[in-house]
């Protein structure tokens, strides 16, 4: 079976402006004697590649032990978007097969929704919402595009790593982990190549 890793390296993923950077502490270490290793991580759950809950940016929204798998494991598309700009409901318009219901969003990490964009995608029907930017906001308009969505009932999966997958039809699997009261969590996001129809038996 083939797949595509599509997660960022924890410790060397870029840090979100603001954010803490990834920490990894030694508690008990092997080579300085001790039985086993043993080490503590600290970091910010919006760290590398992560899963947003609605709690993110709706004060009752659900947190992200609350929000069902379905989101996060299922079929989905990888679409290619213009680089280094806002994606608008233009650049989205007929290119959405009916049903899409998951859509990972690949542009080098250097664009982000548009207000048009996410009001389009939300007429869609998206039920989860992909990018490998940073963010699907644009820093200056976090709350503005995040609000919508989130709201909407579109679970949001940030800094992914497309680079080496060609559009198309995927199955994913990026189940975050189950932190209760969290309002994200990373993630280990990971995209299965459908297998070929096996050939019909004469």
Do not use: Q
């Given at each position: ?26 508690v008990?270490?092997m080579q ?171």
């Open positions: 079976m083939k797949y595509y890793d599509i997660t960022r390296e924890l410790l060397s993923s870029p840090v979100y402006p603001g954010d803490r950077e990834p920490e990894l502490e030694t008990f270490d300085r004697g001790a039985d086993f290793n043993l080490r503590s991580l600290s970091c910010s759950l919006h760290a590398g590649t992560h899963c947003d809950a609605f709690l993110h940016f709706c004060r009752d929204g659900s947190d992200i032990a609350s929000i069902p798998l379905e989101h996060f494991i299922g079929p989905c598309l990888v679409l290619s978007v213009p680089e280094n700009r806002l994606v608008t409901e233009d650049d989205l318009r007929n290119r959405l097969p009916e049903g899409t219901t998951r859509l990972l969003l690949k542009s080098g990490g250097t664009s982000f929704l548009a207000l048009s964009g996410a009001a389009f995608l939300l007429r869609r029907g998206i039920f989860t919402l992909g990018t490998d930017a940073s963010s699907v906001a644009p820093p200056d308009n976090e709350a503005g595009i995040h609000i919508p969505l989130l709201t909407g009932g579109v679970a949001l999966i940030e800094s992914l790593w497309l680079e080496e997958v060609p559009d198309g039809n995927y199955f994913l699997s990026a189940a975050p982990l189950k932190i209760r009261g969290a309002e994200g969590a990373p993630c280990r996001a990971v995209l299965f190549v459908p297998e070929e129809e096996p050939p019909e038996i004469p």
